[in-house]
Nanobody, 124 residues
């Protein structure tokens, strides 16, 4: 599966962005999907994950209450809605696909396919 993330940009603190990740192929609904981010000089970190059907999600503690993850399988797309953005949310955001479709994996090594990343910059 090929993934393409887009929707990043520059936003003021307190603002919102919605990231999208479009997947190619006909097997999108057999993958669990995740969002990760990487800030300069830091390791890639887990942000959110969603199971194959969209019935279950998992969010990192630091984004709970601000971010939501969703998917529309008919459109081969997963979304990350980001509200109340903070300067520390600044990073390159990546979407990823995991063969562990039933569970919401938080470790990058469970994900076999990665998008190219989209930059999110939050100004304070």
């Amino acid at each position: 599966v090929q993934l393409q993330a887009f929707g990043g940009g520059l936003v003021q603190a307190g603002g919102s962005l919605r990231l999208s990740c479009a997947a190619s192929g006909r097997t999108f609904d057999t993958y669990g999907m995740g969002w990760f981010r990487q800030a300069p000089g830091k390791e890639r970190e887990f942000v959110a994950a969603i199971n194959w059907s969209g019935s279950n999600t998992n969010l990192a503690q630091g984004v709970k209450g601000r971010f939501t993850v969703s998917r529309i399988n008919a459109e081969n797309t997963v979304y990350l809605q980001m509200n109340s953005l903070k300067a520390e949310d600044t990073a390159v955001y990546y979407c990823a696909a995991s063969s562990y479709a039933l569970t919401m994996q938080t470790a990058p090594h469970y994900y076999s396919y990665w998008g190219q990343g989209t930059q999110v910059t939050v100004s304070s």
